[in-house]
């Protein structure tokens, strides 16, 4: 089936999932890729109801539909509606509002705000190290800027300033693949264990003057890009493509989500390092991966989504 599946264009796309059942059949196969299994013990042998709607497992007795126990849940929404919801989250550079998103796929504001907030948790980035050359850098989101170290003040302050800006750490090789996590603070403390987590030992680390990366030769191949002095490009050695990510993302938020939660600012941050690492990808090869993602991805039920962090 995914041989079979090309579109260059959203009428291309609802051409070919023109109907529930085409949808269904299509989350079926991509659910049972690996053989039929039930989805609340993980038997192999499960029965189908009439109308193919429900399952029943032989050993636990339960029944579950093709939703269950993953990020769609126990979800009453047409499949079609979801899968359009994952194409234009999924392939719309700066992302779409709530609201918009309410209006294109024929449902509320809040039902559209908790559809995007599953899909983006299916946008998890990866996980093998990367190599090469990777330029690090951190950014700053929301709030006012005050309390921020003079250097980085001097780019994120506006006005008189203020607090609580939360930061956001990166990672970008120069083949274009992004890694990018919220962080409590901009200190090597903080930072290092992250890059060495994220980057093979023994790669180039491109950064700027930020003490937050001293340190970092003893374990990667340092060069450091000095802003301060009016350095932007020196040689090979410049920040420029992450920082272009920072751009983009900051016009999605400014342009388009206006303010996110702190609690919610890493699955929007997923959200727009997923967008990028996949921006020359075919339109279809996209899709397929976040519906793969999301029926292999736990639920993610409202009360979760909505509770304050402890």
């Known amino acids: 089936m995914k041989a079979q599946l090309e579109f260059k264009t959203l009428t291309d796309f609802t051409d070919h999932f023109r109907n529930e059942e085409t949808c269904v059949k299509h989350y079926t196969a991509t659910r049972f890729a690996d053989g039929e299994f039930c989805a609340h013990c993980g038997h192999k042998e499960i029965y189908s109801f009439k109308g193919g709607k429900r399952y029943r497992c032989k050993s636990c007795k339960k029944d579950f539909t093709i939703k269950?126990?993953?990020l769609f849940g126990e979800s009453k929404l047409p499949l079609r509606k979801w899968f359009i919801a994952i194409y234009l989250l999924s392939t719309t550079s700066k992302g779409m509002s709530s609201v918009q998103l309410a209006k294109h796929v024929g449902v509320t504001q809040k039902t559209a705000w908790f559809m995007a907030h599953r899909i983006r948790a299916a946008h998890h980035q990866k996980t093998e190290k990367l190599t090469g050359t990777v330029e690090v850098d951190e950014t700053f989101i929301g709030g006012k800027a005050k309390n921020i170290h003079a250097k980085k003040r001097r780019e994120v302050i506006t006005g008189t300033g203020g607090i609580n800006k939360t930061p956001i750490f990166g990672m970008k090789t120069r083949d274009g693949e992004i890694r990018a996590t919220v962080v409590t603070d901009a200190t090597s403390a903080t930072l290092h264990p992250i890059i060495r987590e994220n980057v093979a030992e023994g790669a180039t680390i491109y950064s700027d003057e930020w003490r937050g990366y001293a340190g970092l030769n003893k374990d990667f191949s340092r060069g450091i890009i000095r802003h301060s002095l009016g350095e932007f490009v020196k040689g090979d050695c410049h920040t420029n493509g992450i920082e272009s990510f920072w751009a983009?993302?900051?016009?999605?938020?400014?342009?388009?989500?206006?303010?996110?939660?702190k609690k919610h600012l890493q699955r929007y941050v997923n959200e727009y390092a997923f967008r990028f690492n996949h921006k020359t990808n075919p339109m279809q090869r996209v899709f397929l991966d976040v519906v793969q993602r999301v029926a292999n991805t736990a639920q993610l039920p409202y009360k979760t989504l909505t509770q304050e962090p402890a």
């Open 248 to 261: 983009l993302f900051k016009r999605g938020y400014h342009g388009v989500y206006h303010q996110m939660s």
């Open 68 to 70: 269950t126990g993953t």
